[in-house]
């Protein structure tokens, strides 16, 4: 197996404060080697993309497109860094820190309502990837989400797309935003630190702690969106969650990058499509399976039915996407969106 560059980590408190500024040796990062000569991304040669968490099986193809070295087939060298928090990413792109952003496709609307120009390019999610879980001493009090009323539930981070869907379940089910109170409590261990030490009742999380919650017996599956099936259920419809995207003016000026990006994804997604759940392990970085490596196998297959093949956008994903964040976001409610600027199918319909 090649290994494309390092991974480290980048706490959120340091992107959210002076976004490293420079990044580069600041943040979680894994870059291709030796495409630097050959790479016409940007002026100083390399494409950074700030991911909402390396180790999230939602974001997987990501690392993944780099661990097969398909970036570095395109001749494009890139710098993936890692930020929990989806919203902490989507500040580092609009502040022009990074190109990218591998995270929620629900991102683009609530910029483009704030007056910013942002689009997916490469739609690597049909569905969320989420589970909500119930924590087992709370289980027998909250069965559904209208049982959210009074309760603390953890999200990755305040104005993240875990507390996008996790408003939306409580509206849905006639509980009110104001009537719980959403904790941000990120994700892999601090996730599940939260459900042991009693300080939410339940929260939003994505592979692989929902399996490590699930084994360590604290806690169970409230509303299980991994699958297109769960989405309809959950969401009434296809949600397009995991992405890549990017400053629309950023994507006009550099088509020819960006379709090596598309390229290189889109060609992951097929891969993926063809393999199992064990060589898509096998791949990835071992200490990404924090919970042992079986447990991690499971989590990636529990997860697979979210990706797309082609990396193109389901027909009514947006309009399910804007139906879910204008239920409890009044600027959302009230603003004109047009949908079709959100997102761009040029460049995977062109990849190979």
């Known amino acids: 197996m090649r290994t494309f560059g390092k991974l480290t980590k980048v706490s959120a408190t340091a992107v959210a404060g002076a976004l490293c500024l420079a990044l580069a040796g600041c943040a979680d990062e894994s870059s291709s ?6 790479s016409e ?5 390399t494409v950074k993309i700030m991911v909402g968490g390396l180790d999230k099986v939602v974001y997987l193809p990501a690392v993944l497109t780099q661990r097969l070295g398909y970036f570095h087939d395109e001749g494009v060298t890139v710098k993936l860094l890692s930020e929990p928090a989806g919203v902490q990413a989507t500040t580092a792109l609009v502040s022009g820190d990074v190109q990218g952003v591998v995270g ?3 991102h683009t609307l609530d910029l483009q309502a704030k007056g910013k120009r942002v689009q997916s390019v490469v739609q690597l999610a049909r569905t969320p990837g989420e589970v909500e879980i119930v924590s087992t001493r709370a289980a027998a009090h909250v069965a559904s989400p209208r049982d959210f009323k009074g309760r603390k539930l953890g999200v990755t981070g305040l104005g993240s797309s875990t507390d996008f869907l996790t408003k939306y379940l409580a509206v849905k089910n006639g509980v009110k935003v104001s009537e719980f109170t959403p904790v941000a409590v990120g994700a892999g261990q601090t996730f599940v630190s939260a459900l042991e030490r009693g300080s939410i009742d339940g929260g939003m999380t994505t592979e692989p702690t929902v399996a490590q919650v699930l084994a360590k017996g604290l806690g169970k599956v409230l509303v299980d969106m991994r699958t297109p099936e769960g989405s309809r259920a959950a969401l009434g419809g296809l949600y397009p969650a995991s992405s890549l995207y990017m400053n629309t003016s950023w994507v006009e000026g550099h088509k020819e990058t960006v379709q090596k990006l598309a390229n290189a994804m889109v060609r992951t997604l097929k891969w993926m499509a063809e393999h199992s759940a064990e060589e898509i392990a096998e791949k990835m970085p071992a200490d990404y399976a924090k919970g042992g490596k079986d447990l991690y196998v499971r989590a990636i297959e529990s997860t697979l039915p979210m990706f797309t093949k082609d990396g193109v956008m389901p027909a009514d994903g947006p309009r399910t996407v804007h139906t879910v964040l ?7 409610k009230n ?3 047009d949908l079709e600027k959100t997102y761009t199918s ?7």
């Open 33 to 38: 080697d030796g495409a630097g000569e050959r």
């Open 346 to 352: 040029e460049f995977v319909k062109k990849a190979g």
């Open 326 to 332: 204008k239920s409890f976001d009044p600027s959302l």
């Open 41 to 45: 991304a940007v002026k100083g040669g």
């Open 335 to 337: 603003a004109s969106l």
């Open 104 to 106: 929620f496709y629900d």
